[in-house]
């Protein structure tokens, strides 16, 4: 089996952070992908409560949430000339292995690919 994705929060996580790692790590085990939530530091005594109330355990304690060089899948650094358009960028993108995550809430199509971009900037609303 290989080895599992480890689910976690924020650094200093609260309630919602740990119950999120815990359904979202719940979710990707029923979808076939080897997950364990965790946690970076202590449960406070709201979550505690309702880890309790629940009868769910208190995730593992990653005392490093750091990964390899290997473990980072990265692309090549891609050339273009100034005179290059959007399209043919986006179709560039596009081709490679890593197609990114660019803009959130947008849908495009490009080169036969539909795609959702996002990102994970707050939108501004104002």
Do not use: W
């Amino acid at each position: 089996m290989d080895k599992p994705v480890y689910v976690i929060g924020h650094k200093n996580p609260d309630a919602d952070s740990i119950c999120s790692a815990i359904a979202y790590s719940a979710l990707k085990n029923k979808l076939g992908i080897n997950t364990v939530a965790a946690r970076l530091s202590a449960v406070n005594k709201e979550t505690l409560y309702i880890l309790d109330r629940f009868r769910l355990p208190v995730p593992m304690l990653l005392t490093s949430a750091k990964c390899t060089l290997a473990e980072i899948d990265m692309d090549e650094a891609m050339l273009l000339s100034k005179d290059t358009t959007m399209k043919e960028a986006l179709d560039a993108i596009l081709s490679r292995k890593n197609k990114g995550n660019l803009c959130r809430g947008q849908e495009a199509s490009s080169g036969g690919h539909r795609f959702r971009f996002r990102s994970d900037k707050p939108v501004d609303r104002g």
